[in-house]
């Protein structure tokens, strides 16, 4: 178990293993996203209150899962980083914080997409939408503050300790459908029931979802191969591995 | 397929320009940080590269300076 923790805090070693799941990934993440997405546009049927406009649950809940969980893993990774001091740790930090960013703002632009034929809005302070919004301008403050400080080593200890205090917020973002009167529906996907959707919508999300995690995966693996590249530039392993053509 | 035609797919009973926005955006956003990534992955390693061949170049070079001569200079004392 230690074992496989100190590997896991070797560059080299996790370079190596990116290297070999990439293509995985990225094939795999392409197809289910693509099934997905095509099964969720073209062959769902209609939904019998929202019509039509509710096809965009099939890239809204993805991105908005995917903003949470990677602030989440982000958080973990930020106490590894005060913990154990270890390197990979701040460098996963690093690589994923735009990514976050990116899929926090799909969320919030499909869902005010989605609000506007729905609600007749597209936006109101209600708690999710809110809660949503402060996790966008966390993730922004997180990839500010990292680039405000040069010396590597405090930027990472103060980077985590933004993210670690951010994170109060993932509950809020979760809870914030039941303790208040939201316009927002409640969650579409429950680990302990069954779903509230027809099979026939739900398995196209699911493949949508799973699919972004697999792109989300390739995206962190590529991501966290340039960051190691960078630090790890002047190191011998790193100019073999570049003037052997950078595989 | 939930829709009869290419057309009724395309209007999605007026919901069509929300939902193909939606997407549009989706897509853009995502591919768009996919190729950003591969192509900044690669811009590093051609830096790297760059920059450990101009190392090997001057190393390859034979450096007049550094190197100290201790020949024995004799002085005439005429």
């Known amino acids: ?247 | 397929m939930a829709f009869d035609s290419l057309s009724a797919f395309i209007v999605m009973e007026g919901h069509g320009p929300y939902v193909w926005a939606c997407y549009a955006v989706f897509a853009v956003l995502l591919g768009g940080m996919m190729l950003w990534s591969a192509k900044r992955n690669h811009s590093v390693i051609e830096a790297c590269q760059r920059r450990y061949e101009a190392d090997a170049k001057t190393s390859a070079q034979p450096n007049r300076n550094a190197s100290a001569t201790f020949a024995r200079v004799e002085i005439s004392q005429d």
């Open chain 1, 1 to 247: 178990m230690w074992q496989w923790f100190h590997k896991l805090g070797s560059p080299k070693w996790f370079f190596g293993i990116a290297t070999r799941l990439m293509p995985w990934l990225l094939i795999g993440g392409l197809l289910l996203l693509a099934a997905g997405l095509v099964w969720g546009l073209a062959f769902a049927p209609k939904d019998y209150l929202q019509g039509n406009s509710y096809r965009i649950i099939f890239i809204h809940v993805p991105s908005a899962f995917l903003a949470q969980s990677i602030y989440i893993s982000m958080a973990v990774a930020a106490l590894v980083t005060l913990v154990w001091r270890m390197k990979l740790a701040d460098v996963f930090v690093k690589a994923i914080a735009p990514v976050g960013l990116v899929f926090t703002f799909l969320a919030l632009f499909t869902g005010a997409v989605w609000g506007k034929p729905t609600w007749g809005t597209w936006w109101v302070w209600d708690a999710r939408l809110t809660s949503m919004l402060i996790l966008l301008f966390l993730y922004g403050g997180v990839i500010a503050l990292d680039r405000a400080i040069n010396d590597e080593k405090s930027a990472a200890r103060a980077v985590a300790v933004l993210v670690l205090v951010g994170v109060v917020n993932i509950p809020i973002i979760k809870y914030s459908v039941d303790w208040w009167n939201t316009l927002h529906q409640p969650a579409t996907f429950k680990l302990t029931e069954k779903p509230t959707m027809p099979m026939e919508m739900w398995l196209p999300l699911l493949l949508s979802v799973l699919g972004l995690y697999l792109l989300f995966g390739w995206l962190t693996c590529l991501r966290m191969k340039t960051e190691i590249l960078v630090r790890e530039q002047r190191t011998r392993w790193v100019k073999e591995l570049v003037l052997a053509g950078g595989k």
